[in-house]
């Protein structure tokens, strides 16, 4: 076990895939001599040389059409964008070709495709930079979709993306890259895409957390009156029923948290799932505590309370736990 | 040797390419026909005066080459060595087709002939040519790509992207431009400001020609330039060939929006009497009797046989995950 | 009352804004001489002159962004996107720009934009030209959606995107566009946004169709051993939560019926929405009648199969009410 | 008069446009203090060695004509007008800021000096700014809109599409491209395969002109030239101004990847230098003084100020529905 920052697993994540497969190749802005503006392939165009890390013109069009040409006949490129919105630019690549690529040629040509891109708010980037936006993936077919909470998990979900033979989204949040942890190094290390992870065991509820809001479930659930199964969802599509079934079936007790809002929040599907498999076997209605349906604001103070935190989540779950009964958003009567 | 390459090498004669003009103009007049007996579901696109330039480049690149082409992709489908029948069964829907009839007349493909799924959405499939062109140069193969696109998808932003990015990277691709006038019901002076296409590619530093694109001989003369370029690593070339498209933009258009006159003015340089110059005219009717006879054929077979089973659609969504679940 | 076409009730709502307000203008590709790709901008340009309706070139992100830009300086532009997914080349515009354009600027610059654009499959347009996606608006704040089943409803619903102050996106299903109805034109057939319609009403169940899927409901619904309160949704975003949750009280019974696959579809957030609110008075679990997560095929009979038809809903409500539990959809052991 | 309005009209004479030069640097150079300080969030990005070109177009265009303009925006949103306390304060998050402390550094504006919410993505701004000129073309007013952005984005694909849309079309629009040699930490060659961008505008018939930056005069010229243009219905124009910033990209850029000597190089050309020449020394010391109490003041103000309310968060979202409800 190595003691790393999310941002150094992931460029360890990469150098093993550069250094065991020749096939793999990185394409971004300024993810070469500059290392990424987020540092996450800080080093690797020095170690493996200008061909296999290659610094793009601003045309997220183009270099993603041409990584989904470049899957489609041998390479396995690894796409950074810098901030997920810019995919706003270029979503016609990933969601309209490279998805369906693998379909309309009955199988004959692959899509190893990885599409790393830094999501979140907290970090006063404002609007434009700081949202998640899975719900632009989820929808299709094809396309799988992660999201890590610790470097362990960045390392090891970024390494499985690169090896699937499918597209990939890799949702890294931005305020998450200087968090450390653990990180076991190597094959032992990769996770599975489509597998959730328990974080703790617990009795009352269960909650189910994707990248940063897994640390503000957990804790929320710190000193509280009640304890929580906390599972990271690490994939979003396809998400692991087994696992939250198993503990919802346990627990009787659902709350999703997420940086979302609620329109197209990946909660609602999860909450969907479990009402129709569980119905009966629940003592609270499943839950799903979002962000409000606004922009991001800027200012600190609108910015901090616009994300969950861990106090409105102990809030949230405790009343849910105390009343059987959903409670208000913290903005009700503001929208 | 396969049947799609067995066909690709026939393209090595001028008889063999006038053979497949003809039948790329048959089995396009098959398809109106099928449209109208309700074979043919939403929209197709004819390529119809347009055969020199699919069946030009396709004589002078290697299968290992790929190329991008658009949903009006009947002419390079056949071109390129795909047969009759997997082409007017993947337009009828039928097991048989290209994409086992999941894909439709818009998405033929064949990888063993170096077609990608053609492209439905205007340009997209420019950027995808430059990857493959880029995984040639990063495994030091000398395979090249060819991507094909219309006037009209000219002014649009995914090209301007690929012009830049293949320049800067010398990457090994041809750009092909089939300037037929038209985009959809717009005349190209409505919609861009020059009557060459051309005259961007300076703007990336790329070499550009602009050919006649009726005669198949110098549309492969302007290829083999621009593949000796793209091969030997010189980087992209645009080649802006003038055409055009004999039908409306697609099966649902008449065209009443082109000068009386046109037409007629283009069918008189028509791409497969121009070829036919060079060949002895005895031997092509009896061979050209024979192409549209074994046209009639792929029809009746495509007619004959199922649609794909309901499994079809739920194969090849993803790899491992199984269909995406 | 006139008996039209729905592409006809489109031209008629275009030509009566463009008649009425000076500013409204018209975009989009071949929508001037040819009357658009679906004829629903016919005869428009020959009476409102090549200023005010505009054929562009293939450039969406251009055009949209010049819609932008026109909508904040007193236009109020009506876009043409001739398929749904050609969004995918400038989604940037619209869910970057035009949504945070108001929030920004405080205020200061309005953005009455207009995004008509042609949904939905059915046709044999293949998996690229048949999709809905309105999960890709769904989740950004700034923005409502709507979508007609009728000429009535894409004559009324129309004229109020226009008319609003806000970026809306309207999304015409395409297998409607020849569909005939009365259609009360002028002021009083104007449907304001935010407002679902009950079509029909009932005791048993309260079915939330949009678009299409409203037929398909009313014909599931006809012979039934049970009677139900249709709901055509008529706008998405923000969807009417009165409305639905007032009948669902009835009923006690919730189906949404869309075109679209589970993970991002609209059916979540109101089967959410219904659960959080409505617990403890639910005769079964609410359910959601989808397609299947699949690219839409090409062929007729696996396009026909794709589309949840009417036979398919009568047989899923009539389990759902017979077994108080929902039944598992057709493509179940298939994927 | 506006206090905006007011600045803007103190364009008119070269010390008054000296003067927000000096103005623009002073503020920008408070801004790396801000941020350490910890009242700057995110990223920011100067504009120090550019102000030339800001101030330049602001002094000749009208408070009615429309400027889209990237998130390096400060100098312009400066030079048309809005006060430093209404920048800095957006900056800092303050409920004095222009957007109200919702925004941030990327998102400056206001309406009536003409400055749309600047972009944080790029390209997006040029063809809104297009937009604003169909509005004017429409209505038949002869208002025009300048598109501001930099080197880097010429390649993407946005930029294309509306430079063909705005010669198609003969929109009143400017274009402005600020040359400052490098997109990020890329520099210009590494991205581009040409040095000067002006040449694109030809496969659009556009006309271009390359200047310098650096030098007002030469700015404010080649502006009126080009918005004449615009404003007699002669169509767009791109003008590439050849500049500098002296600072890193953003605030957590030290710039390493320049060659020795270019920054000197440029700082020998410094554009407020350059405008003072033509201005009596003594003039302008007591004048600059004046300038950089102001701003000092600016600050303090900021810094008193406080935060937005929460409620901010919540208005504007939408007209009528209320937040999006
Ligand atoms: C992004 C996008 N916009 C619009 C369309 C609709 N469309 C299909 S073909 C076409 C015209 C293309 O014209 P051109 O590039 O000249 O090719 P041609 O059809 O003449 O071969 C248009 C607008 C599309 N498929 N994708
Ligand atoms: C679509 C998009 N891609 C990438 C970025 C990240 N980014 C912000 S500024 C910038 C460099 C732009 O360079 P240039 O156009 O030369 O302008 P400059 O910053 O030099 O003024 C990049 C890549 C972005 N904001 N939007
Ligand atoms: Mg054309
Ligand atoms: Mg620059």
Redesign the pocket.
């Known amino acids: 076990m190595t003691k790393l920052r999310m941002r150094q697993a992931v460029v360890h994540a990469l150098a093993d895939e550069l250094e065991c497969d020749p096939t793999v190749i990185l394409l971004g802005e300024d993810i070469g001599a500059a290392g990424g503006a987020f540092k996450a392939t800080e080093g690797l165009q020095e170690r493996f040389g200008e061909r296999r890390v290659r610094d793009t013109p601003i045309s997220e069009m183009g270099f993603l059409g041409a990584s989904v040409g470049a899957a489609a006949t041998g390479l396995r490129p690894v796409v950074e964008m810098m901030f997920v919105e810019f995919i706003g630019v270029a979503l ?1 690549q990933l969601t309209t070709q490279a998805a369906s690529f693998r379909y309309l040629s009955r199988g004959s040509y692959a899509m190893p495709l990885t599409l790393r891109a830094a999501v979140g708010g907290g970090l006063g980037f404002g609007c434009q930079h700081s949202q998640i936006l899975d719900h632009w993936f989820r929808g299709t077919p094809g396309i799988h979709v992660v999201m890590p909470s610790t470097p362990q998990a960045a390392y090891g979900l970024l390494r499985a993306a690169i090896r699937s033979d499918d597209p990939v989204v890799v949702l890294e949040h931005k305020a998450l890259y200087g968090e450390r942890g653990e990180v076991e190094l190597g094959d032992a290390g990769i996770i599975p895409l489509g597998r959730a992870a328990t974080v703790t065991t617990g009795t009352d509820v269960t909650i189910v957390g994707l990248g940063r809001t897994v640390h503000t479930a957990v804790a929320a659930a710190a000193g509280a009156n009640w304890t929580a199964d906390i599972i990271d969802l690490q994939t979003i599509k396809p998400w692991d029923r087994a696992c939250v079934l198993e503990s919802v079936s346990k627990t009787r007790r659902l709350v999703t948290v997420e940086e979302n809002s609620a329109p197209a929040g990946w909660g609602a599907d999860i909450v969907d799932t479990v009402v129709g498999e569980l119905w009966g076997n629940l003592s609270a209605p499943p839950h799903r505590i979002t962000a409000p349906h606004i922009p991001i604001p800027y200012a600190q103070s609108l910015e901090d309370r616009y994300i969950p935190n861990a106090i409105y989540v102990h809030e949230q779950v405790t009343t849910l736990l105390d009343t059987g009964r959903r409670p208000a958003p913290w903005w009700e009567g503001r929208v | 040797m396969s049947k799609q390459l067995q066909r690709r090498s026939e393209l090595s004669t001028d008889l063999g390419r006038w053979l497949r003009m003809v039948e790329i103009r048959a089995v396009e007049e098959c398809i109106q026909g099928l449209y109208t007996d309700g074979h043919v579901r939403g929209s197709t ?1 004819l ?1 119809n005066g ?1 055969e020199a330039i699919a069946v030009g480049i396709a004589s002078i690149i290697r299968t290992t080459d790929t190329v991008t082409c ?3 992709g009947h002419a390079f489908a056949l071109a390129l060595g795909i047969s009759p029948e997997a082409v007017l069964g993947e337009i009828c829907g039928r097991a048989i087709g290209c994409a086992g009839g999941v894909g439709g007349s818009m998405h033929l493909s064949d990888r063993t002939v170096g077609l990608m799924p053609t492209f ?5 499939g420019v950027p995808v040519a430059l990857g493959a062109a880029l995984t040639a140069q990063t495994l030091g193969t000398d395979d090249i790509a060819v991507a094909v ?6 002014n ?1 932003g995914a090209i301007h992207e690929s012009m830049n990015l293949a320049s800067v990277w010398k990457l090994p691709v041809v750009f092909v431009v ?3 006038l ?3 019901y ?1 005349a ?1 002076r409505t919609t861009t400001p020059t009557d060459d296409l051309a005259v961007r590619a300076a703007g990336y530093d790329i070499p550009s020609l602009i050919i006649d694109g009726q005669d198949i001989d110098v549309v492969r003369a302007s290829t083999i330039e621009a593949v000796a370029r793209a091969r030997s690593g010189q980087g992209p070339t645009l080649i802006e060939a003038k055409t055009y ?1 004999y039908s409306g ?2 099966r649902s258009d008449p065209a009443t929006y082109r000068p009386d006159g046109e037409l007629a003015l283009w069918m008189a340089r028509d791409p497969i009497d121009i070829a036919s110059k060079a060949l002895s005219s005895t031997v092509i009717e009896a061979r050209r009797a024979a192409v549209l006879r074994d046209v009639q054929e792929a029809v009746a077979t495509v007619l004959r046989s199922p649609p794909p089973e309901l499994s079809a659609a739920f194969e090849h969504v993803t790899s491992t995950l199984g269909p995406d679940a």
């Not at chain 2, 439905?120 to 997209?124: D, N, Y």
């Open positions: 016609d | 696109h390529a347009q658009t949903y009006r439905a959405i205007v340009g997209a696109f219309g006037d009209g998808a000219s649009i089939e300037n037929n038209y985009g959809e717009s190209l498209r933009h697609s």
